[in-house]
């Protein structure tokens, strides 16, 4: 019985991309600001691989968020503002996510198991009016998502076996790295996260437990 | 300026004599329920004591609970289920608490800084509806307040300053403890925690920044 479900966020439960350029476009007017936002995005797994790799000591996901700002500001050319790093924190829910997350909570525990830091998630949460019971993730496991640790630990932490607790994720990687420790897994499908010429994650790569095309459909699968 | 208010649960947010004495009356028929409450309870600070001296390393209180639950079922003469450890799960709020954090979440950042674990906060949380927007407290820190390090690593993990986040608590001793690491503080008046005849902290040992009733008027003090 799935007791608990933790989510993916970024690109799971919140459109970072058209949030995040935005953001951009208002404090960097003249840049290409959905090509920033895929820019900033692109330093996110090299950053967090040399602390999964061991080189270097965790170190929060808004930390390693500024380092990349910075640097990908200077290869467009300009001075990005530190405020701007605060774009992480006012990302908008798909449209499904609100009410999926709602109906969800009537039965089971919700929680993000994010890459992103505890504060990272509450502000987030705030902004986005996610629902979670609590926020667990790689903060909790000071690792980062795919290593195993950081599922190991969400389920620790709710004292639930990983077999009841499911990972929801629009990512196919990540519900490899769930389901290898014993989580339950559903994918849902964000087809357009990377903007309209997506390519990745358009399917189902593995026969997950549930498959659903949004947050609402989830709920009903699971009722 | 206040960014986020921290918050001790037993006793503050929520009323465990009551509530414990009604599961244990439930469990238990024919035991002083009461007693039993008190006597429970009574071996919540010699428990986490052991932990705070270094004597034993961290052990979430839902196990320091069930070893004290069979402990004082001994000595009360009687057989408990192990079930009726969850009665720490399904605490009634004051009924301040719910309209005052509601009243608080507008403008703060709000999560309790228990000593009780992520998920036993988590679950209490669905059972008494506190609208928190994250879990600290002992188990980001695997430490027992009043040691230090629980109020500053809720301060480390909001990636706040001291100064910023505010203590709340009906116990002098817990905002002793938050004061001496730059926190700021609020007790709050619970008069009847230990019951009719309670005797301890009835009033403010100290210039607490924020003296209050209930969390109604706590909420009316920030705004």
Sequence with gaps: MTQALIFDVFG???????????????????????????AWRGEYQPAMERIRAGGRGYVALDDLHLENLHRVAERFGVTAPDTLNAAWERLDPWPDVVP??????QRHILAPCSNGSIVLMTRLARHARLPWDCILGAEIARDYKPKPEVY??????????????????AHNDDLVAARAVGLRTAFVTRATE??????????PADDWDIVAPDFIALAQRLT
């Design 152 to 169: 190991l630990a969400s389920c620790a932490a709710l004292r639930l076996h990983p077999s009841a607790v499911m990972m929801v994720a």
């Design 12 to 38: 799971t439960c919140v459109d970072w991309r058209s949030s995040v350029a935005r953001a951009v476009a208002q404090a960097l007017p003249g840049v290409d600001a959905l090509a920033f936002a895929d």
């Design 100 to 105: 999926g997350l709602t109906a969800l909570r």
């Design 194 to 203: 990377h903007g309209p010429g997506q390519t990745t994650d358009l399917t």
